[in-house]
């Protein structure tokens, strides 16, 4: 869902009127994702925070990740998410 999730970025930047930098990062291994708390992918953070509500504090998670949105899994978080994280920091 890596190239899904960044199409999706793609678009929520410009229609918030935001330029930001992108930075892909390859985790590779166990060790990598422990290291750099990540939760699966795709995850999108935005000014190193995860963009979905409430899962700041989970373990660390090396392997495929689901969102669950309204009941569903999905394998991309929603753009309201990265949209409501963009504005936050906006806001700052």
């Given at each position: 869902n890596?190239?899904?999730?960044?199409?999706?970025?793609?678009?929520?930047?410009?229609?918030?009127?935001?330029?930001?930098?992108?930075?892909?990062?390859n985790v590779q291994d166990v060790e990598t994702a422990t290291n750099l708390r990540f939760l699966g992918s795709p995850s999108i953070r935005v000014n190193g925070r995860d963009i979905e509500p409430g899962?700041?504090?989970?373990?660390?998670f090396f392997g495929c990740r689901t969102y669950n949105v309204l009941g569903k899994t999905v394998g991309?978080?929603?753009e309201?998410?990265?949209a409501d994280a963009l504005?936050?920091?906006?806001?700052?």
């Amino acid at each position: 869902n890596h190239a899904p999730a960044m199409e999706m970025i793609r678009r929520v930047l410009p229609r918030e009127g935001i330029e930001a930098q992108v930075v892909p990062v390859n985790v590779q291994d166990v060790e990598t994702a422990t290291n750099l708390r990540f939760l699966g992918s795709p995850s999108i953070r935005v000014n190193g925070r995860d963009i979905e509500p409430g899962r700041g504090d989970d373990p660390p998670f090396f392997g495929c990740r689901t969102y669950n949105v309204l009941g569903k899994t999905v394998g991309v978080p929603p753009e309201e998410w990265l949209a409501d994280a963009l504005r936050a920091v906006s806001h700052k």
